[in-house]
């Protein structure tokens, strides 16, 4: 896992987030992901590869700044909605939404 870069209280705070972010998001297994779905979403429409692309593109992240401002309140539903209609739009829209570099 990556450095975080940042104050030592941002950090701090940015570790915790991303540590939550692992056992309860990017640690989902495809099964977790359509169980999720069941009530709201499609299921079926699910594209794991793309779950894991996104979940690939936010452990990646090493600013701490980001991670407090746009990780804290990530919840699985949210990544799998993303994930539920993987075109290049979605992905653009994504990348905007939660100002991830393009690198």
């Known amino acids: 896992m990556k450095e975080l870069t940042?104050?030592?209280?941002?950090?701090?705070?940015?570790?915790?987030?991303r540590k939550n972010f692992i056992s309860s998001v990017a640690s989902a297994t495809e099964?977790?992901?359509?169980?999720?779905?069941?009530?709201?979403?499609?299921?079926e429409k699910l594209d794991y590869a793309f779950f894991q692309k996104i979940v690939e593109k936010i452990l990646a992240q090493t600013s701490a700044k980001w991670w407090i401002g746009n990780m804290k309140?990530?919840?699985?539903?949210?990544?799998?909605?993303?994930?539920?209609?993987?075109?290049?739009d979605t992905w653009e829209e994504f990348l905007d939404v939660y100002n991830i570099r393009k690198a």
Do not use: M, T, V
Request: hydrophobic letters at 25%; aromatic letters at 4%; a negative charge.
């Open 31 to 43: 099964e977790d992901c359509k169980e999720e779905l069941e009530e709201s979403g499609d299921p």
């Open 6 to 17: 940042g104050s030592k209280k941002q950090i701090k705070w940015a570790e915790e987030i």
């Open 73 to 88: 309140d990530i919840e699985l539903y949210d990544i799998n909605l993303l994930a539920e209609d993987p075109d290049e």
